[in-house]
Nanobody, 124 residues
């Protein structure tokens, strides 16, 4: 049974930093894509970042240069380092994993498994 557990969210002032973690269990995910999405109140789930099994990483334009995704395959864990936080980054952040993904990786409907989410709130 696949399980994803996020941690690391919280309340932070604008300009601050957070590191989110997502521990995956139930199988080996080294060949899986692992990613982060976020959902602000009243909005749809939005792609943030992806770490492909081969090591390539992609980011949403809105977070490039501020967010870094990285993974530790030995721990089946993916991280999201968030710097220079802005109030508009306030959202519930979800991690997800997927065995097979293509060019439509930003579509949340294509991902296989999801965590329960962790709240990030940025005060101005």
């Amino acid at each position: 049974q696949v399980q994803l557990v996020e941690s690391g969210g919280g309340l932070v002032q604008a300009g601050g930093s957070l590191r989110l973690s997502c521990a995956a269990s139930g199988r080996t995910f080294s060949s899986y894509a692992m990613g982060w999405f976020r959902q602000a109140p009243g909005k749809g789930r939005e792609f943030v970042a992806i770490s492909w099994g081969g090591g390539t990483r992609n980011y949403a334009d809105s977070v490039k240069g501020r967010f870094t995704i990285f993974r530790d395959n030995a721990k089946n864990t993916v991280y999201l380092q968030i710097n220079s936080l802005k109030p508009e980054d306030t959202a519930v952040y979800y991690c997800a994993v997927c065995r097979f993904l293509g060019a439509q990786f930003m579509d949340p409907g294509l991902w296989d498994y999801w965590g329960q989410g962790t709240q990030v709130t940025v005060s101005s």
